[in-house]
């Protein structure tokens, strides 16, 4: 179910589109957590991986955000039912890699559906 979550305080911006009510729940959550200083929807960071065939792409991660001690951190929403795909496992990899080489923390957001 998509749609657009509206009245944001935390967030950069007022309202922040979602592809799933699982993603709308975790940018309430987001907004409501006070040791988060904003977050926002990644549009435009691309981070390059490696397919299991050995193409390469590039991911689009779900979330950015600042915590009020001025930490930064990238936050991917994957249910655990696809955790298990090596496409998957190489852009959770390359997102890792991708944070660390930056000082910045990368973390799965996940619950069985």
């Known amino acids: 179910m998509r749609g657009v979550l509206d009245g944001l305080k935390r967030c950069t911006r007022k309202s922040e589109p979602y592809d799933s009510t699982w993603e709308r729940d975790y940018m309430m959550q987001l907004d409501a957590d006070e040791a988060v200083k904003r977050w926002e929807r990644c549009r435009s960071?691309?981070?390059?991986?490696?397919?299991?065939?050995?193409?390469?792409?590039?991911?689009?991660?779900?979330?950015?955000?600042?915590?009020?001690?001025?930490?930064?951190?990238?936050?991917?929403?994957?249910?655990?039912?696809?955790?298990?795909?090596?496409?998957?496992?190489?852009?959770?990899?390359?997102?890792?890699?991708?944070?660390?080489?930056?000082?910045?923390?990368?973390?799965v957001i996940t619950r069985e559906v």
Do not use: Q, W
């Open 45 to 107: 960071l691309r981070i390059p991986y490696v397919k299991a065939d050995g193409t390469k792409a590039t991911y689009n991660p779900d979330f950015i955000l600042e915590r009020n001690d001025g930490s930064k951190e990238i936050h991917e929403v994957k249910g655990g039912h696809l955790l298990g795909g090596a496409d998957t496992e190489a852009k959770l990899k390359a997102g890792a890699e991708f944070c660390r080489r930056r000082g910045m923390a990368f973390r």
